[in-house]
């Protein structure tokens, strides 16, 4: 062999074990990371394509058609809220001793008032600070729309605490609807005829609610507003969790006369994030065409830019703040942990939170992210996140803030201190009510402005821009929802006996009939702490069995 040979024969063994560690290093990190990797391209993507295809200037029926993909995203995504919820809030709160399970309720409860409230303050003096009415115009005409007063929309949100029939609840939920009356006296009454000076013209965003008409030639009657029960068309979270957890408390006293139903909502949540795991790889195609139409459906960028610019500007400060500085900085001071290395675990979670713009459809992929990559103890997450999806909405309390004082900066309203507390007050309160829905936000608005005497028919200023503010205030709540339940996880340690071992929900239960075990019965704890004592004084794994 010659000296050339030799070299030649060197050069390419080296080139391919190099080739050979890079091979294994992208194997290594697509499996890891690459579902991550395609959802943010698929975001910048849909980006890109939404405004190229601006120009195009599509009509609405071909814009229906393009955002069809997206759609379908969006079904999958709803259609496991409400298993998921159910199963997980029942075997949860069944699995728990119920010290541990108040103490954890309080924790999260308590965690979720404060973040609130926190972001609620931030807002505020980012809002007062920065004046983005200053540079708001209101136009010329105002839209006559009709709102709930704030006692209306509070006892709607106590309502659907409570609902009268669960099926209804699983896609309807109570709303007041307003009906005008017109009173029209002073008109003589011709028998045989009926003399019509109103005519009633369907809305535009909901037919069913007809909008008054009046005619110049007729004077105009006197018109009032009844209110009658009515429904809407999205699913009563609020009741269905209120249910669910009761059920899951009670099923946990029943012992082994509640253990057969237990196992069933075991067996459904496992179906349920297997179902997830599966759907999870049309996730990047469906953000493509969802964010996209989003951007097609949206007005001249420009003109919304100069009119409410800073006002967006304000929002996401406040966003980016609350959400990258003072909760990270809660999670260190309580777990003594890095915040940073725990939301890269839920990086997922943000992007379809940003993508759905509903805190509920992405509770899914949060307990999927949680349960594999932060390894969360399963019976926290199962109660924390339905929870928080449902009453932790610290995105939405901080735009809430920021949307009234800048409503009432356009209007070259003074508030005082005391207006600007209960602003903060009522818009910690609002948030809660609101549902884990796209624009859940400004519904519970109504209730902010008319605290403080603002009006309501201004919230028309600020629709224009609601639709992405809306998405950074659904990441802001999953990001508040997720570092809650590792707060919990943390603080509530000890009170666990023993954790469940952390298992992949598509791989592990194919090789094994039941992922997790129950623990309805104290002797199943002592033994399960025998073995982990055994293991620490042996370091050998005993499999001890009741016979």
């Given at each position: 062999?010659t000296?050339?040979?030799?070299v030649?024969?060197?050069?390419?063994?080296?080139?391919?074990?190099?080739?050979l560690?890079i091979?294994?290093?992208?194997?290594?990190?697509?499996?890891?990371?690459?579902?991550?990797t395609?959802?943010?391209?698929s975001?910048?993507?849909?980006?890109l394509?939404?405004?190229?295809?601006?120009?195009?200037?599509?009509?609405?029926l071909?814009?229906?058609?393009?955002?069809?993909?997206?759609?379908l995203?969006m079904?999958?995504?709803?259609m496991?809220?409400?298993?998921?919820?159910?199963?997980?809030?029942?075997?949860?709160?069944?699995?728990?001793?119920s010290?541990?399970?108040?103490k954890?309720?309080?924790i999260?409860?308590t965690?979720?008032?404060?973040?609130?409230?926190?972001a609620?303050?931030?807002?505020?003096?980012?809002?007062?600070?920065?004046h983005?009415?200053?540079?708001?115009?209101k136009?010329?005409?105002s839209?006559?729309?009709v709102?709930l007063?704030?006692?209306?929309?509070?006892?709607?949100?106590?309502?659907?605490?409570?609902?009268?029939?669960?099926?209804?609840?699983?896609?309807?939920?109570?709303?007041?609807?307003?009906?005008?009356?017109?009173?029209?006296?002073?008109?003589p009454?011709?028998?045989?005829k009926?003399?019509?000076?109103?005519?009633?013209?369907?809305?535009?965003?909901?037919?069913?609610?007809?909008?008054?008409?009046?005619?110049?030639?007729?004077?105009s009657?006197e018109?009032t507003?009844?209110?009658?029960p009515?429904?809407s068309?999205?699913?009563?979270?609020?009741?269905?969790v209120?249910?669910?957890?009761?059920?899951?408390?009670l099923?946990?006293?029943?012992?082994?006369?509640?253990?057969p139903?237990?196992?069933?909502c075991?067996?459904?949540?496992?179906?349920?994030m297997?179902?997830?795991s599966?759907?999870?790889?049309?996730?990047?195609f469906?953000?493509v065409?969802?964010?996209a139409?989003?951007?097609?459906?949206m007005?001249?960028?420009?003109?919304?830019g100069?009119?409410?610019?800073?006002y967006?500007?304000?929002?996401?400060?406040?966003?980016?703040?609350?959400?990258?500085?003072?909760l990270?900085?809660?999670?260190?001071?309580i777990?003594?942990?890095?915040p940073?290395?725990?939301?890269q675990?839920?990086?997922?979670?943000?992007?379809?939170?940003?993508?759905?713009?509903s805190?509920?459809?992405?509770?899914p992929?949060?307990?999927?992210c949680?349960?594999?990559?932060n390894?969360?103890d399963?019976?926290?997450?199962?109660?924390v996140?339905?929870?928080?999806?449902?009453?932790?909405m610290?995105?939405?309390?901080?735009?809430?803030?920021v949307?009234?004082?800048?409503?009432?900066?356009?209007?070259?309203?003074?508030?005082?201190?005391g207006?600007?507390?209960?602003?903060?007050?009522t818009?910690?309160?609002?948030?809660?009510?609101?549902a884990g829905?796209?624009?859940?936000?400004?519904?519970?608005?109504?209730?902010?402005?008319t605290?403080?005497?603002?009006?309501?028919?201004?919230?028309?200023?600020?629709?224009?821009?609601?639709?992405?503010?809306?998405?950074?205030?659904?990441?802001?709540?999953?990001?508040?929802?997720?570092?809650?339940?590792?707060?919990?996880?943390?603080?509530?340690?000890k009170?666990?006996?023993?954790?469940?071992?952390?298992?992949?929900?598509?791989?592990?239960?194919?090789?094994?009939?039941?992922?997790?075990t129950?623990?309805?019965?104290p002797?199943?704890?002592?033994?399960?702490?025998?073995?982990?004592t055994?293991?620490?004084?042996?370091?050998?794994?005993?499999?001890?069995?009741?016979?």
């Amino acid at each position: 062999m010659t000296m050339w040979e030799r070299v030649r024969r060197a050069f390419l063994n080296s080139v391919s074990t190099t080739f050979l560690h890079i091979w294994k290093w992208v194997a290594a990190f697509w499996r890891k990371n690459g579902l991550l990797t395609l959802s943010m391209l698929s975001v910048a993507t849909g980006c890109l394509l939404g405004f190229l295809l601006r120009a195009l200037e599509l009509t609405e029926l071909e814009k229906q058609y393009f955002s069809f993909p997206g759609e379908l995203l969006m079904r999958m995504l709803k259609m496991l809220i409400l298993p998921l919820i159910t199963s997980s809030l029942m075997s949860g709160l069944a699995t728990m001793d119920s010290k541990a399970c108040g103490k954890m309720g309080m924790i999260t409860i308590t965690y979720y008032l404060w973040t609130t409230f926190m972001a609620v303050t931030v807002g505020i003096i980012l809002v007062v600070s920065i004046h983005p009415g200053a540079a708001a115009q209101k136009d010329d005409y105002s839209v006559g729309k009709v709102v709930l007063s704030s006692a209306d929309a509070l006892l709607d949100l106590i309502r659907n605490m409570f609902p009268s029939n669960l099926i209804e609840a699983s896609f309807q939920q109570y709303r007041t609807v307003l009906v005008p009356v017109v009173k029209s006296p002073g008109f003589p009454k011709i028998p045989g005829k009926s003399l019509s000076f109103i005519y009633f013209a369907p809305d535009d965003e909901n037919p069913e609610i007809h909008r008054p008409v009046f005619l110049e030639l007729t004077p105009s009657p006197e018109v009032t507003y009844r209110t009658l029960p009515g429904t809407s068309n999205e699913m009563n979270v609020l009741g269905i969790v209120i249910f669910s957890a009761t059920i899951g408390l009670l099923l946990g006293k029943m012992g082994e006369r509640g253990t057969p139903l237990v196992n069933v909502c075991q067996c459904l949540n496992e179906a349920v994030m297997k179902i997830v795991s599966m759907a999870v790889w049309y996730f990047p195609f469906g953000i493509v065409f969802l964010i996209a139409g989003k951007i097609l459906e949206m007005g001249d960028p420009s003109v919304i830019g100069q009119k409410l610019g800073l006002y967006a500007i304000t929002v996401v400060s406040g966003l980016v703040i609350h959400g990258l500085v003072l909760l990270p900085l809660l999670f260190t001071l309580i777990t003594k942990k890095n915040p940073f290395a725990f939301i890269q675990g839920i990086l997922q979670a943000l992007l379809i939170a940003l993508a759905t713009s509903s805190s509920s459809a992405t509770l899914p992929i949060t307990l999927k992210c949680l349960l594999e990559n932060n390894g969360i103890d399963r019976r926290v997450a199962r109660f924390v996140l339905p929870v928080g999806a449902t009453i932790n909405m610290d995105g939405t309390a901080l735009y809430e803030a920021v949307a009234a004082i800048f409503i009432a900066q356009v209007n070259e309203y003074d508030l005082d201190l005391g207006q600007i507390i209960t602003i903060s007050i009522t818009a910690t309160a609002a948030s809660i009510g609101a549902a884990g829905i796209p624009q859940s936000g400004l519904v519970t608005m109504v209730i902010v402005l008319t605290s403080v005497g603002l009006p309501t028919d201004d919230i028309t200023l600020i629709i224009a821009v609601d639709w992405a503010l809306d998405r950074f205030r659904t990441m802001t709540n999953v990001l508040g929802d997720a570092l809650a339940a590792g707060i919990v996880a943390h603080v509530c340690e000890k009170d666990f006996a023993s954790k469940p071992p952390p298992q992949d929900p598509v791989s592990n239960t194919d090789k094994f009939p039941s992922v997790e075990t129950s623990y309805l019965h104290p002797k199943d704890n002592v033994i399960e702490m025998i073995e982990e004592t055994l293991f620490d004084q042996t370091g050998v794994h005993y499999n001890i069995c009741q016979v």
